[in-house]
């Protein structure tokens, strides 16, 4: 595995080198049917409602990888940034739901590819960033959003509830960090070695206010969010000099499967056991929080997307290191 995953990292490496400068916008084809990618992506696109994919938005020229992107706030994502110009590279375990995305994406004229897999799975980094390579030629935002819930009190929390959550929520993200590098780092660090500047390129790391402010039945979730907020500030500060931004962004009370009533459900299967998602008495547990809620409302999806753009777009370039607070106005 070390050697494979060595090996994969020195291809990606040497595909940095090629791409550092001339990062191409539009693949090929043959690219996109590549083995491995579960869609190709079709070209000769259609306008996407008053958008140009391959010229205008925010986001024109760049590849986006984005983790959870089947459903809720990663899918969301993936078709806000699509809209704005990105190629998505739309990533989950789901892989219908993945499938879905990207179709959608790719009908409203955007590129999108789906990428089937765990993000906890060792050889998922290397496989889905070789991905973002082979089917739109690089890599320059990269937003860890994959993750769900397994809530418990912490006298009754199993061993297993406790490492699943670290697993999927600083492990995974780290891992795809560290595929990403030769894509980020390396190429950022040889622009500015070779020309004195690196073009923009950005993480975003999806965290929670059950991280930046504890939550009484989250444990584990809780600190592995927190350990989010670490991760991140450890890559601004790495990765800055070669101008890759990292940030993080805490979510509150979202409207996804995550935050509904966890009565009748739904649930995700990990490591062969079934986890059920949402919140016991979900309606009962808002109206106590409501209050506390400035805009008195849970969030969208949407909205929660738009945040992921704000953070990757060029606007808030000299944004780097920070855990943006999309909450709705709580814990102020
Ligand atoms: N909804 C909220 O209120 C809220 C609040 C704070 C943080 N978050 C975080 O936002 C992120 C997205 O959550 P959401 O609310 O959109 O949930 P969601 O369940 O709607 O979407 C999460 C997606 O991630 C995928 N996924 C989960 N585990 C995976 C794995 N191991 N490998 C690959 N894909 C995996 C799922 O299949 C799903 O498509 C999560 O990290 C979550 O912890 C959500």
């Not at 459903?71 to 789901?94: F, R, T, Y």
């Not at 994406?105 to 955007?110: A, E, L, P, Q």
């Not at 979730?221 to 991140?232: I, R």
């Not at 998602?277 to 106590?288: D, K, N, Q, R």
Request: aromatic fraction near 4%.
């Amino acid at each position: 595995m070390a050697d494979s995953t060595e090996g994969s990292r020195r291809r990606l490496s040497v595909l940095a080198r090629q791409l550092t400068g001339h990062v191409r916008s539009v693949p090929s084809r043959e690219a996109a049917d590549r083995e491995g990618a579960m869609d190709a992506t079709p070209f000769g696109l259609a306008p996407c409602s008053g958008l140009d994919n391959n010229s205008g938005g925010m986001l024109s020229g760049q590849v986006a990888l984005i983790t959870g992107a089947g459903k809720g706030i990663g899918e969301a994502a993936a078709k806000l940034m699509a809209a704005h110009g990105a190629a998505v590279v739309v990533a989950d375990m789901d892989a219908g739901a993945a499938q879905h995305v990207a179709r959608e994406i790719r009908v409203s004229g955007g590129r999108a590819v789906a990428v089937a897999g765990d993000v906890t799975a060792p050889d998922f980094p290397e496989r889905v960033v070789g991905e973002a390579v082979a089917n739109f030629g690089g890599l320059h935002i990269l937003v860890n959003n994959a993750g769900y819930t397994w809530d418990g009190t912490i006298h009754k929390m199993s061993p297993e509830q406790w490492a699943a959550m670290l697993e999927v929520h600083c492990t995974a993200p780290f891992r795809l960090i560290q595929a990403a590098a030769p894509l980020m780092r390396d190429a950022g660090k040889a622009e500015i070695e070779r020309s004195g500047e690196a073009r923009q390129r950005c993480i975003i790391n999806i965290s929670s206010t059950s991280g930046t402010h504890g939550n009484a039945g989250q444990a584990n979730y809780a600190t592995a969010k927190a350990g989010v907020v670490g991760l991140t500030k450890a890559v601004a500060k790495e990765w800055g000099p070669f101008n890759v931004r990292c940030n993080a962004i805490a979510f509150g009370l979202i409207d996804t499967r995550l935050t509904r009533a966890k009565e009748g459900g739904e649930s995700i299967v990990v490591g062969g056991k079934t986890v059920h998602l949402g919140i016991p008495a979900a309606s009962s547990h808002w109206e106590v929080l409501k209050p506390l809620v400035a805009l008195r409302r849970v969030g969208s999806a949407e909205e929660a997307a738009g945040a992921v753009l704000a953070l990757a777009s060029p606007l808030l370039s000299y944004v780097t290191g920070q855990v943006l607070e999309v909450n709705g106005g709580s814990y102020m």
